[in-house]
């Protein structure tokens, strides 16, 4: 049981470019979200989904986009990567609306240069 | 919207020692109080939660207090030791609501021998 996982762990991008960021979990969990975590600024929610084929925005989600074509995959697309989107990104899911317990993935460092 | 102010930013506690990180919450609407722990390079990971109809709830050496009407709640660390150096990140969210968890921005943890 691999929980959450991400690719690519690492990656640096220059300014214009696109990218996918892959999130899989095989906990069988309806919900997915991506954060971004910057220094002082905590989680902040990009994106998430409750279920297959669903998504919605979160706090940020201008400049990313997200598909959920499968119930263990959650993909986060960069279509033209800014300096600001430089941050480490982390995945999550969880079970069910009465289990709230979210299960991090061990995060992508992005550098858009 | 909803807002977690979290503090302090940073604690450095002698091994053995107590630790406290205390947060506040904007939404009296929210009624559940989950805190995360991060490891360096590591996604976060839930130590313990708590919701609104408890005042307390302890597991071994960590225990959370919540004050409803205050809206603040607060981590205990009792006899710290050197693994419990990490970042601690408090949230608030509401129960039912899909995407409304809110992090703080996180406190540094330093156990010092």
């Known amino acids: 049981n691999a929980g959450v996982t991400q690719t690519p762990k690492f990656r640096v991008l220059k300014t214009g470019q696109s990218m996918t960021l892959l999130c899989a979990q095989d906990?069988?969990?309806?919900?997915m979200y991506w954060y971004r975590q910057d220094p002082g600024m905590g989680l902040r929610l990009i994106h998430y989904?409750?279920?297959?084929?669903?998504?919605a925005k979160g706090e940020v989600p201008d400049g990313y986009n997200v598909s959920r074509l499968k119930k263990q995959n959650f993909l986060l697309g960069l279509e033209s990567a800014a300096p600001s989107q430089t941050s480490v990104y982390f995945c999550?899911?969880?079970?069910?609306?009465?289990?709230?317990?979210?299960?991090f993935g061990p995060g992508t460092r992005l550098t858009v240069t | 919207g909803e807002n977690v102010e979290q503090h302090p930013s940073t604690l450095s506690v002698q091994e053995g020692d107590s630790a406290v990180i205390k947060c506040t919450y904007s939404d009296s609407a929210s009624n559940y109080f989950p805190w995360y722990k991060q490891e360096l390079g590591k996604g976060p990971q839930l130590i313990i939660d708590i919701r609104s109809n408890v005042g307390e709830k302890k597991d071994q050496r960590i225990a959370v207090t919540l004050n409803k009407t205050a809206k603040h709640f607060s981590l205990h660390i009792t006899e710290t030791q050197p693994e419990d150096s990490a970042v601690y990140f408090c949230a608030a969210s509401q129960v039912n609501r899909d995407d409304k968890i809110i992090f703080g921005k996180g406190t540094r943890l330093h156990i010092l021998p």
């Open positions: 999550a899911s969880r079970t069910e609306p009465a289990n709230y317990e979210q299960y």
């Open positions: 989904s409750v279920g297959e084929g669903t998504t």
């Open positions: 906990m069988n969990h309806e919900y």
